[in-house]
């Protein structure tokens, strides 16, 4: 059986557990990071040299970081699924990974997310918090553009590219703040809501990290 370290609130953690969620896998959930510790475990700690979660363990085998966790659970148990065995249908999925992952989430989350939900109103940097709101809004308007062309973000199926970006979307439509028209964003995030996984492992509730700068 997988085991997955890492709280359910974690986004990351998030990721790998709607990616299990999709396949049907059985799997045991360690709650860890955050108020729940752990990440000094010995056994964590021989199954990742820099001690963060997600973690997922598969027998003998460690893995670490969330979208080479999402790379593998998907080469081993999806069968082409969500990451298409043709190199030019990969490049186009890990494409939008990477670019969640170093564009979209740094900026929702250290900008957006932990600026403004998770800073106390009267420590928050409104002009910083402005200026990362503009970028994710542009951000979100490259994918709305996108998805006015197709269902998915690699095509006319779900896959690993829409992981990413589709585990924020959540929070984004969440917070009280100010959001573009993003038409085909909404078509897209009402389509991953329809989905068990989805609504059982992205849309978890969060209040717990309102104003907490040390969650």
């Not at 979660?53 to 460690?62: C, I, K, R, T």
């Not at 896959?159 to 078509?187: C, H, K, M, T, W």
Request: proline share 7%; aromatic share 14%.
């Amino acid at each position: 059986m997988l085991v997955v370290w890492g709280r359910r609130n974690s986004l990351n953690v998030q990721k790998v557990l709607w990616l299990i969620g999709e396949l049907g896998l059985s799997y045991e959930n360690i709650p860890a990071g955050g108020p729940f510790g752990r990440m000094h475990d010995p056994r964590f700690l021989a199954l990742t040299p820099h001690g963060r979660v997600p973690v997922l363990e598969d027998g003998d085998l460690g893995a670490w970081e969330s979208h080479a966790i999402l790379r593998y659970v998907a080469a081993q148990y999806g069968q082409g699924r969500f990451w298409d065995e043709k190199p030019a249908v990969r490049s186009r999925i890990d494409g939008w990974m990477d670019w969640s992952q170093s564009a979209l989430q740094p900026e929702f989350l250290n900008g957006v997310f932990y600026g403004f939900y998770r800073t106390p109103e009267a420590q928050r940097d409104w002009s910083a918090i402005e200026k990362s709101l503009a970028r994710c809004a542009g951000y979100w308007k490259i994918l709305d553009d996108i998805l006015a062309t197709r269902p998915y973000l690699a095509g006319d199926n779900l896959s690993l590219a829409d992981i990413p970006a589709g585990a924020l979307l959540y929070r984004y439509f969440e917070l009280e703040i100010e959001r573009p028209s993003l038409p085909n964003v909404e078509a897209w995030r009402h389509r991953l809501q329809q989905r068990p996984a989805y609504r059982e492992h992205v849309m978890v509730p969060f209040d717990e990290m309102r104003g907490r700068l040390d969650y």
